[in-house]
């Protein structure tokens, strides 16, 4: 069966760093793209970007290239999205997904990120 | 970037209604368009790849047309589990881009 397993939360300050994570078993982690999703609070869904663990190749959207860094370390099947500074802004729900590097087939049960002071 | 407009961005219906959500693209392409549905408080879930494929475990009420720059969701007979959002996703072009959903109350 494959698993995504996101931590639930993250509550952090302003200007704070965050490297959040996604543990992928049930599969083989280096040949399927993880991407991630950001939902923040009522609002739809945003591609934020993908890699692939096979050989880091890695996509942005340009809303988020410069924000955040997504990189994997295949030899613990865990994939990351980091930020250097947080903001407000940055509160919301963050999705990590699996699929042929176009649609997402399967979907972690997300990261609630919580920036406040 | 390649937009996606949803219409309608909210509907209600009944148990049973035949229900249909499209999806505009800025731009043209062939099939690269994918639809999820939504709970609240859960993830997404692939129902439709590749315009009108139907995810493996996804109930045959459940379809997908288009090409172009217009695609559709339909459902033939709506469910009580079928109330949720749902949202299309294009893969044509870098970024990948999602509409911004069509929520099914419950009539």
């Known amino acids: 069966e494959v698993q995504l397993v996101q931590p639930g939360a993250e509550v952090k300050k302003p200007g704070e760093s965050l490297k959040i994570s996604c543990k992928g078993s049930g599969y083989s982690f280096i040949n399927f793209w993880i991407g991630w999703v950001r939902q923040m609070p009522g609002k739809g869904l945003e591609w934020m970007g993908i890699i692939y663990p096979g050989d880091s190749d890695t996509r942005y959207s340009p809303s988020f290239q410069g924000q955040v860094t997504i990189s994997a370390d295949k030899s613990i099947s865990t994939a990351y999205l980091q930020w250097s500074s947080l903001k407000a802004s940055d509160t919301a729900m963050y999705y990590c997904?699996?699929?042929?590097?176009?649609?997402?087939?399967?979907w972690g049960q997300g990261t609630l990120v919580t920036v406040s002071t | 970037a390649i937009q996606l407009t949803q219409s309608p961005s909210s509907l209600s219906a009944s148990v049973g209604d035949r229900v249909t959500i499209t999806c505009r693209a800025s731009?043209?392409?062939?099939?690269?368009l994918a639809w999820y549905q939504q709970k609240p408080g859960k993830a997404p879930k692939l129902l439709i790849y590749d315009a009108s494929s139907l995810e493996s475990g996804v109930p045959s009420r459940f379809s997908g047309s288009g090409s172009g720059t217009d695609f559709t969701l339909t459902i033939s007979s709506l469910q009580p589990e079928d109330f949720a959002t749902y949202y299309c996703q294009q893969f044509n072009n870098y970024p990948f881009t999602f509409g911004p959903g069509t929520k099914v109350h419950i009539k």
């Open positions: 997904a699996i699929g042929n590097g176009e649609y997402f087939q399967h």
């Open positions: 731009q043209g392409f062939s099939s690269a």
